[in-house]
């Protein structure tokens, strides 16, 4: 086990934010103590923390090392393992408690979503330790570095005006994000990782062949990861990651900042030579072990060609971890796991628009128009902000799978999202906004609609409603015109009354009437298309 002190990290750039002791916030209120777990293929690390306010103080930054590289090969975690993880999250929370550790969040990365039997350790560590191990998928990873970005920026001076690709190349997978001006909109996750490809290549025998054979798969992973993006050139390129972090240190032994910098040149010239090196000769010019300079390279490697593909102007590697997003979500006003604001969210379902070929006008009418329902209907659904925004999301994209097929799109749609990466939702949200946008038209839910029963009850009701007020407003632009863009709706003797902002009406009552069972089987009410009042 290593336990860095807070001064350490922070004399060492290891650390994410730079922290001040707190002990109340501005307003009085006490501090508290959290812990946060990272749970990884090589180690398990925690931060013990003191929150008061927006201010955080590390406490303990704790790694124990644990080996779990066995499930990238068998799929599977063997005793030994699972043993290490256990007897490192038992110290940790005894370190936990012996802070008064009020809150404790720990999560599982790509090792455990990997192997098969990782629900006996998640077990495992609910009885022996009192602690729910999630193991959470590469959109919610991504989302975590994107809220340690967002809290670490201002503070650095980074501004994040124009477009933003973060990086986390870790052990087992790589965790890809493109913001726009601060918002995040598109993730994505691949099997890309510095052990991953270790495990892969270490028994080419020549050192040399090594290194090329990384080079040449390091650049056929740079062109999957920006040919999954919605734009392939960015204006900055920010990468995290513990051996991209010691590969600034060997690059530039003399670097103390904040936030570090690599020179594309000197990258390429580093790995020009580690290339030629035999592999106890490339050990001691890293001052490492064979096993951690082998994996050096494949993280080089990445970076260097996806800043040469991506036209990156600049290489930019901040000090912080997942643990800081961890952190950020347990901040007082955040959103919390699995969560981001409206406008993130919405901001990724209009990308998953544009990606998939879609009238971005015609989509943010229809979604206006829904929420318009939804607002003057809350005392019959009586639901809330987020439910409103799952609606809104759906609405966006509920045309996406036209780009597949047309006759059947609204059941494409429906797997496209199941299958697509969205920061921000949980998984029985993902499930309901693809539910939602599924029964957009054609037949209500039925019971051999297996995507449709397996949501929880509450949930199979709230998509239920969502999608019987999205059907009215798919029903209201018949033309894909925006023809109508506001209505007025009110209840009288037992009917939902839609005034719309026309005079003439007919088709969309026709259309309306062809849709509006789903609404009367929920509410009871007979749906009645007016034009605007005065005619």
């Not at 039997?117 to 330790?129: A, Q």
């Not at 929420?371 to 809330?384: E, W």
């Not at 509450?458 to 209505?487: F, G, M, N, T």
Request: charged content about 25%; overall charge neutral.
């Amino acid at each position: 086990m290593r336990v860095q002190r807070p001064q350490e990290r922070l004399r060492g750039g290891t650390g994410a934010l730079v922290r001040r002791r707190v002990a109340t916030a501005a307003d009085g209120t006490a501090a508290r103590t959290v812990a946060v777990i990272d749970c990884g293929a090589s180690s398990v690390r925690a931060f013990i923390a003191e929150i008061a306010g927006a201010e955080q103080r590390v406490l303990e930054d704790i790694v124990h090392p644990v080996d779990l590289t066995v499930a990238f090969s068998s799929g599977r975690l063997d005793r030994a393992g699972m043993d290490a993880v256990a007897r490192a999250v038992g110290a940790i929370m005894t370190a936990a408690r012996g802070y008064g550790v009020s809150t404790a969040r720990a999560v599982g990365t790509s090792a455990l979503r990997e192997a098969e039997n990782t629900d006996v350790l998640v077990e495992r560590l609910r009885v022996e330790h009192g602690i729910e191990l999630e193991v959470i998928d590469g959109p919610e990873a991504a989302r975590l570095h994107f809220e340690a970005l967002r809290l670490f920026a201002p503070r650095a001076g980074l501004g994040l005006a124009g477009s933003t690709l973060m990086i986390d190349i870790g052990g087992g997978s790589t965790a890809v994000s493109l913001a726009r001006d601060g918002k995040l909109v598109h993730t994505v996750d691949e099997h890309f990782g510095t052990i991953r490809m270790w495990e892969q290549f270490q028994s080419l025998r020549d050192a040399a062949d090594f290194a090329v054979t990384v080079d040449r798969f390091s650049l056929g992973a740079a062109h999957m990861l920006l040919g999954r993006l919605p734009q392939r050139q960015v204006d900055r390129l920010v990468v995290t990651g513990g051996e991209v972090r010691r590969l600034v240190q060997l690059l530039d032994p003399e670097s103390d900042g904040l936030i570090e910098e690599i020179d594309t040149a000197r990258l390429a010239a580093w790995i020009k030579r580690m290339a030629g090196l035999p592999t106890a000769r490339r050990a001691e010019a890293c001052g490492m072990d064979a096993v951690s300079a082998g994996r050096l390279l494949p993280a080089a490697s990445l970076v260097r060609h996806l800043c040469a593909e991506s036209g990156a102007k600049r290489v930019l590697v901040p000090p912080f971890t997942l643990r800081d997003g961890l952190l950020a979500d347990l901040l007082p006003g955040a959103h919390g796991p699995h969560h981001l604001d409206a406008d993130h969210l919405l901001a990724e379902a209009r990308q998953l628009v544009a990606r998939y070929g879609g009238h971005l006008p015609y989509a943010e009418n229809t979604a206006s128009l829904a929420v318009q329902i939804f607002d003057q209907t809350t005392a019959l659904h009586r639901l809330g902000a987020r439910e409103r925004l799952l609606l809104e999301f759906s609405a966006l994209v509920h045309d996406i799978g036209s780009y597949i097929n047309v006759r059947n799109r609204h059941k494409h749609t429906m797997y496209l999202i199941q299958a697509v990466d969205i920061a921000g939702l949980t998984r029985n949200e993902k499930d309901m906004v693809a539910n939602i946008a599924r029964y957009h038209r054609k037949s209500p839910p039925e019971p051999h609609h297996e995507d449709f029963t397996r949501l929880p009850r509450r949930e199979r009701v709230v998509a239920s409603h969502l999608a019987a007020i999205l059907r009215l407003a798919y029903a209201l632009d018949v033309e894909r015109q925006q023809r109508v863009r506001k209505v007025r709706v009110t209840v009288d003797d037992g009917r939902l009354l839609l005034r719309l902002d026309r005079r003439q009406v007919a088709l969309e009552g026709w259309s309306v009437a062809g849709k509006a069972r789903m609404f009367e089987d929920a509410f009871g009410l007979q749906v009645v298309v007016l034009p605007r009042e005065g005619e």
